[in-house]
């Protein structure tokens, strides 16, 4: 079965701090992707980055990145220069590589920086 | 880019009642869209996947009587609760999977639906 856990479950910080939420994951398949959500108080989910796992080439946008540890099932996620507007509930998830592609999310971080 | 319709985005009823959510997929084909519960302060959790023209495939747990999934074409999935109780009360989401789907984004969500059961 496919398990994601994000431990954090709050964090706050203050403006201009960098943050880095955890992810972990279990699978058995050898393929699967992982992504990374934010649902912001209004509620909808919104995309940030879907890595597939034999890519495991770090990446980085804007203020974001990501490291993914294939050897650690990990698939952290950092912002630089939190700003309030990062205020928002963050989500790791995980899929199968083919078939229906269910998304399996872990609990949440909810992330709160101050001004 | 893609664009997921959900309708309501909140509605309030009393128990007994029975709440349709359209999902909608605006400008993409979807054979396939998934439909999700979040209490507050909790994760997603899957409760079904929706497949055009077959019956929808629930979770573990999740009463396929009580929770009604209609997915007619290719750019509309229903659920409905049926005659929905306060604990039915949650914010419900839908995902359509695109048939071309995007280089990293195969989903869509929906803007998702605040149930209220009085």
């Known amino acids: 079965a496919q398990k994601v856990t994000q431990a954090q479950t709050e964090i706050s910080v203050v403006e201009k701090e960098d943050v880095t939420l955890d992810c972990v994951y279990e699978t058995r398949d050898t393929t699967y992707y992982l992504f990374w959500y934010k649902q912001p108080p209004s509620g909808e989910l919104v995309f940030l980055i879907r890595?597939?796992?034999?890519?495991?080439q770090n990446e980085i946008s804007g203020r974001y990145s990501w490291n993914f540890q294939k050897s650690t099932s990990s698939f952290n996620f950092t912002i630089t220069a939190s700003q309030v507007v990062d205020s928002a509930v963050y989500f790791c998830a995980l899929s199968e590589f083919q078939g229906a592609q269910k998304l399996v999310f872990g609990q949440g971080t909810r992330l709160t920086i101050n001004p | 880019g893609a664009v997921v319709s959900q309708h309501p985005s909140w509605v309030i009823c009393k128990s007994g009642t029975s709440v349709k959510i359209e999902c909608r997929s605006l400008?993409?084909?979807?054979?396939?869209m998934f439909w999700y519960r979040q209490f507050p302060k909790q994760s997603l959790m899957l409760m079904a996947t929706?497949?055009?023209?077959?019956?929808?495939?629930?979770e573990q747990g999740v009463e396929k009587d009580k929770f009604l999934i209609n997915h007619a074409s290719l750019t509309l999935s229903t659920l409905t609760v049926t005659s929905a109780h306060p604990e039915d009360s949650s914010f419900y989401i839908c995902?359509?999977?695109?048939?071309?789907?995007?280089?990293?984004?195969?989903?869509?969500f929906g803007d998702g639906t605040r149930l209220s059961i009085l």
């Open positions: 400008d993409f084909q979807a054979t396939t």
């Open positions: 995902s359509a999977r695109d048939l071309l789907p995007l280089a990293n984004q195969p989903q869509h």
């Open positions: 929706s497949n055009e023209g077959s019956k929808a495939t629930y």
């Open positions: 890595r597939n796992s034999f890519d495991e």
